[in-house]
């Protein structure tokens, strides 16, 4: 089992950028598959990014692409979600997660163990 901890949310203005961490803690990381979700009020809870567990391939969500970064530091346990360029429509509670599974999982129900998440509120 893994505990995850997000960090790093906040207020920003449009362009501007964030750098959310992810930190896990009881099984290693490197054990899962890493993502990042978000969910804005009145919507489902949709995959950001995710990153394999050697860190050799990620996916990202089409409205993201280019402008978000995931990466994982295996040796602190760590996950992160680099953003750029940011949008109001990128406001959301962000999301860490974890799973067992051998391919990237694109749902939520995909993942094992998740994280309290972190609210990242983009200003026009």
């Known amino acids: 089992q893994v505990q995850l901890v997000e960090s790093g949310g906040g207020l920003v203005q449009a362009g501007g950028s964030l750098r959310l961490s992810c930190a896990a803690s009881g099984r290693t990381s490197s054990s899962y598959i890493m993502g990042w979700f978000r969910q804005a009020p009145g919507k489902e809870r949709e995959l950001v990014a995710a990153?394999?567990?050697?860190?050799?391939?990620?996916y990202y969500a089409d409205s993201v692409k280019g402008r978000f970064t995931i990466s994982r530091d295996n040796a602190k346990n760590t996950v992160y979600l680099r953003m750029n360029s940011l949008k109001p429509e990128d406001t959301a509670v962000y999301y860490c997660?974890?799973?067992?599974?051998?391919?990237?999982?694109?749902?939520?129900?995909?993942?094992?163990?998740w994280g309290q998440g972190t609210q990242v509120t983009v200003s026009s």
């Open positions: 997660a974890a799973e067992h599974g051998l391919v990237v999982g694109r749902t939520a129900t995909s993942y094992d163990y």
């Open positions: 990153i394999t567990r050697s860190g050799g391939s990620t």
